[in-house]
């Protein structure tokens, strides 16, 4: 994480830089990247692990399951996704084949730290207010650090650089709960940490 972001002056810009990403062998693979969306100044930065099976292929960010639990909780938490700019700590698809299926992989910390570079052009662009990390490869991303979510998580944490993080579970973590209390229960608190967005001064 030590390079410094490039001089990227627009979204459109940087859409087309990252078009072009080699930093990491993940671009070898991946259908397209996938670039952050959003207003170009948003009071909150959204950010999640990669893109998955289905925004690989349809090039946006948060569009297959894990999309759709996070748009209930941002409706539940009275966040409207037009007013955020939602990307990825990792911009390309990692994944490991098995027969037709794709089965997601974590990204590791290498390529985690190469594509920090993209983030940090988003935050010098949209100049978020809050950085909401979704997950705990995106809290390694946007704080530097691998910090426990569990311990962290529902409460501003001011950044060595000078923006505030809130950290949260990633949606795809509820998916993946199978007793429906837990799962409920989880949904709730996951709500209630997105709503300290909505509570906090700009
Ligand atoms: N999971 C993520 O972290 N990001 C996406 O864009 C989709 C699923």
Known sequence: MDEQAPDI????????????????????NATQVVSGEGPARARILMVGEQPGDQEDKQGHPFVGPAGRVLQAALDDAGISRGEIFITNAVKHFKFEPRGKRRLHKRPNAHEIDQCHWWLDAERKLVKPSILVALGATAVRSVSGHPLPINKIRGRLIDLADGGRMLATI????????????DKRAQYRQFVADLKVCVKTPA
Not at 9 to 28: D, G, N, V
Not at 170 to 181: F, K, M, T, V
């Open 9 to 28: 002056r627009s979204l459109k810009a940087l859409r087309t830089a990252e078009a072009a990403c080699t930093r990491c062998p993940l671009y070898k």
């Open 170 to 181: 990633h949606p795809s973590y509820i998916l993946r709960i199978e007793d429906e209390a």
